[in-house]
């Protein structure tokens, strides 16, 4: 198969799997919301949605392209030969999901030479699938996306994630660093995934991290890459096991946050 594999051709496949994973997803969701209210909440119960989507994306992505390796949130790794690596997460935002918001989707993204080449974001309860990669243009639901605006300060506003792990005096660090040092607008929705969505809508203008794992920014990163979106992340020295510390937007706003990711990864 992988002599019909350009990126765009990969591209359709993949959706067609995300499509599918987020019919099973929604059930899971609308049945959560039927739920007495002394039952909504249960860990178990995500769990076992994460698990079962999980699962129809492995099955899927094997059938799909049988060497290539997965990567996941629930099942850990399942080596493949091609040196390809579909990364990943079947629920991200969970604490959404099972709380019965709509900020929570599925996330899958290729990781070649050591790179994210290509992601597939899809949102059910939202009705948005983001596509985007090398070769492959960045396009929400079938409608191509603008570039990245440049940065005004006057009316600029970022998103961030923390990780549970993630210590005190660094949680600190990161709202004094917004609040005095950049003095811009924040907002936290509880799911990288939709933090990145807000960046290549233009509604955010970037996105800092304290904590993601790579299988929370394999499928947005070259969605975003497209829309002149750069990062942080130095992949050559980073084990897909690890948690990372980053930033992402234009180049003058990862720039004003280099302070901040030097004195929070310093403490990591």
Request: net charge negative; hydrophobic share 45%.
């Amino acid at each position: 198969m992988h002599d019909l594999n350009t990126h765009a051709a990969v591209e359709t496949i993949v959706e067609g799997i995300a499509r599918e994973a987020g019919e099973l997803a929604l059930e899971h969701f609308r049945s959560l919301a039927s739920l007495p209210v002394e039952k909504k909440g249960h860990l178990d119960l995500v769990t076992e949605a994460d698990r079962q989507v999980e699962d129809l994306l492995i099955a899927r992505l094997k059938q799909a392209f049988p060497n290539d390796g997965i990567y996941g949130e629930e099942r850990g790794e399942l080596t493949g030969t091609s040196g390809r690596i579909w990364v990943i997460d079947p629920i991200d935002g969970t604490f959404n999901f099972v709380r019965g918001g709509d900020n929570w989707a599925i996330s899958i993204g290729l990781f070649e030479n050591r790179r994210p080449t290509l992601g597939v974001i899809y949102a059910p309860a939202r009705d948005q699938m983001l596509v985007g990669g090398m070769s492959v243009p960045t396009q929400l639901n079938g409608k191509a996306l603008l570039p990245l605006r440049p940065l005004d300060m006057s009316q600029a506003a970022m998103s961030f994630g923390i990780h549970p792990t993630v210590a005190t005096e660094d949680r600190l660090e990161l709202m004094r660093f917004m609040s005095d040092e950049l003095r811009i607008s924040f907002r936290f929705c509880g799911s990288a995934t939709l933090s990145f969505i807000s960046v290549a809508l233009g509604e955010t203008d970037g996105y800092l991290s304290l904590g993601d794992s790579t299988w929370d920014v394999m499928a947005a990163l070259p969605i975003l890459a497209n829309l002149g979106v750069s990062h942080t992340i130095d992949w050559d020295n980073t084990d897909l096991s690890q948690k990372l510390r980053f930033a992402c937007g234009g180049d003058e706003f990862v720039s004003r946050l280099q302070p901040l990711l030097q004195s929070v990864s310093a403490a990591a």
